[in-house]
């Protein structure tokens, strides 16, 4: 696309939540540029956008049960304890998305 005041700019678009995915947009930018001009990428605009947060759960419980039974006369009575213990782990991803535009400058 045209700029004016910069000129023509391609645009690059991917995943930007890890060191891999930023260094792939580098990359991919260096091998068009070479194509087009045999130049190298100058990032002229960065935008990041988030995506939202990708959320991961786990969670046990256990219920331990302490019980008697009595028989008193012509009735049954049953008396006892339950306890019950939960534990779990939580945790999140935000996820980010980059654009970025940039020019190709001849070496």
């Known amino acids: 696309m045209e700029i004016a005041g910069v ?3 391609y645009r690059y678009q991917g995943r930007a ?9 580098d990359r991919i ?4 540029c070479k ?3 045999g130049g190298k ?4 605009d960065q935008q990041m956008r ?3 947060v990708v959320a991961m759960r ?5 219920t331990n049960v302490n019980a008697t039974a009595d028989r ?3 009735t049954m009575s049953i008396s006892g304890t339950a306890r019950t213990s939960t534990t779990g782990t939580s945790g999140g991803l935000r996820n980010m998305n980059q654009e970025l535009l940039f020019k190709c400058v001849p070496q």
Do not use: C, R, W, Y
């Not at 930018?29 to 068009?32: A, L, N, R, S, V």
């Open 58 to 62: 786990n969670s046990q419980s256990t």
């Open 50 to 52: 988030d995506l939202g």
């Open 17 to 25: 939540n890890f060191s891999h995915q930023i260094a792939e947009a």
């Open 29 to 32: 930018m260096i091998k068009e």
């Open 7 to 9: 000129g023509t700019v």
């Open 35 to 37: 194509k087009i001009n």
């Open 72 to 74: 008193i006369g012509p």
């Open 41 to 44: 990428p100058v990032v002229v």
